[in-house]
């Protein structure tokens, strides 16, 4: 067995239902089913896995700099009550018992929340967010709230330490959600809630090798979320199957009082996704926005994942895809004037709390007139009505998240001095914030420098179930997702 930074075995003993388990840090890396199968049978104990996965943080954690704060004394405990419900046949589903993650930008009552800013350093909350609240329901053990940049928006504040993508220090860990996509991947937690505003679930699930799940705008309650900008901010999963991220989708999501832009759609049986298959199914394809400035790595991995899809049964379909220029363009100015809104009472009492990029689009935000923004809205409207026309005639989209190979931290910190970078980075993400269409990344190659590539499915408003059952079939019959950092 190789052993290295990421993959030591640190093993602990402890009592299962009959015998003696031996908990390693190989169970670390299993998918949340596979850990939650063990949970459920009480061959291995929720205490004995949340110790593991305790223990492997306090080793990696400070080379990865994934959490803003680990929860370990209420970690233990809640995991101490879990195994005497299960134990007393009280078992709540497939999240009962695991440890899982949580963005720094969710309320956890009575724990800071400080959404990666200094304004917000003293902030505890006297509640649990809605998708908290509902993980504590579903038996979910938190075992910490992770990293991410300033509130949420493109960099860190100068005074926090990045997270570190586990593959490789020398390589961006996406934003905003880099904490839980790095926690995800080294197994510091069996999956993690995250947040997308423009694409901060799909390059950090893409740059870890890791599943992110961004669903459609109001699916999940953004009650106790901090804001970035409201009409595009998306809660979602980040976890290391398609499967792992439907279920964690399906605890947190549905209405909720507190939140009227929740929607009242039914939440869909997303455990049942394995079941059926994809033969059928109607995905389609761009070929030219799918390869026009779109690196040759890339374009392998997109043709390699049609040609699994069609092998299981699923129909390409080549279709045109909108012009997505002006989305991208209208992207910033609309985060900006909804971050300035956010930030307004915040920003003009204590502006010298904030870094240079945050404190740069809320000021962009001030200067965009109502009509420039009323603008912008319109457009918005029309842009989602086209995307949302193609699924009349497909299930699914295939597309890239990102039209280049992995980048590295060097070229990342040029991306100030690069706007046309910039708007290729962005080009396969944020419209699908501006039109609120669900998205699921998956891994699905391995470039040449050994850094993970992702790839990404779109759906028709509230169809995440097909994106979670395409997503489950790609992986049952390829491999890319069960690759880690330190284990080839």
Not at 392 to 421: K, N, W
Request: charged share 20%; hydrophobic share 45%.
């Amino acid at each position: 067995m190789r052993k290295d930074r990421f993959s030591n075995v640190y093993a602990l003993a402890a009592i299962g239902k009959n015998c003696m388990t031996i908990v390693s840090d190989e169970f670390s890396l299993l998918t949340l089913t596979e850990i939650a199968d063990k949970i459920k049978s009480e061959s291995v104990s929720s205490l004995a896995v949340t110790e593991a996965q305790l223990r492997r943080i306090a080793r990696l954690e400070p080379d990865l700099h994934a959490y803003a704060q680990v929860m370990e004394t209420s970690a233990l405990e809640q995991a101490k009550a879990a195994d005497e419900e299960i134990a007393a046949g009280g078992h709540r589903g497939p999240l009962h018992g695991v440890p899982i993650a949580v963005k720094d930008l969710c309320w956890i009552e009575g724990v800071p929340t400080r959404a990666g800013t200094l304004v917000h350093s003293n902030f505890v909350p006297g509640e649990d967010a809605t998708v908290v609240r509902r993980l504590r329901q579903a038996g979910a053990i938190i075992v910490g709230k992770t990293q991410m940049t300033e509130g949420a928006y493109s960099d860190y504040h100068p005074a926090i330490t990045p997270s570190v993508n586990p593959w490789h220090a020398d390589y961006w860990a996406g934003i905003s959600s880099s904490g839980s996509a790095v926690a995800t991947a080294a197994g510091l937690c069996f999956g993690a809630i995250a947040s997308d505003t423009g694409g901060s679930i799909r390059w950090p699930a893409a740059a870890n090798g890791v599943t992110g799940l961004k669903p459609t705008w109001g699916r999940v309650s953004r009650h106790g979320v901090f804001d970035l900008a409201p009409s595009l901010d998306h809660i979602g999963t980040i976890a290391r199957s398609a499967m792992d991220a439907g279920i964690l989708l399906a605890a947190i999501a549905g209405r909720d009082p507190k939140d009227p832009t929740a929607v009242a759609q039914p939440v869909p049986d997303l455990a049942s996704a394995l079941q059926g298959g994809i033969g059928g199914l109607r995905i389609g394809f761009d070929p030219l926005w799918n390869s026009e400035d779109v690196e040759p790595q890339t374009r392998a991995a997109l043709a390699a994942a049609a040609d699994v899809f069609t092998a299981l049964g699923a129909h390409m379909v080549e279709i045109r895809f909108p012009d997505v220029s002006q989305a991208v363009a209208d992207w910033v100015p609309n985060c900006a004037v909804e971050a300035a809104a956010v930030h307004e009472r915040d920003f003009a009492a204590n502006r010298d709390l904030y870094g240079p990029i945050l404190a740069g689009v809320i000021e962009m935000g001030k200067a965009v007139s109502e009509a420039e923004y009323q603008q912008i809205l319109l457009r918005r409207a029309i842009f989602r009505r086209d995307v949302e026309a193609l699924f009349a005639s497909v299930d699914l989209i295939l597309t890239p998240v990102q039209p280049f190979a992995p980048l590295t931290l060097a070229t990342i910190a040029t991306l100030g001095e690069q706007p046309d970078l910039i708007a290729r980075l962005q080009r396969y993400t944020c419209p699908f914030d501006m039109s609120g269409h669900p998205a699921l990344t998956f891994p699905a190659g391995i470039a040449k420098d050994g850094m993970p590539i992702g790839l990404q499915l779109l759906a028709g408003q509230f169809q995440e179930l097909a994106l979670v059952r395409a997503g489950a079939a790609f992986q049952g019959h390829t491999a890319w997702h069960k690759r880690h950092p330190g284990k080839g």
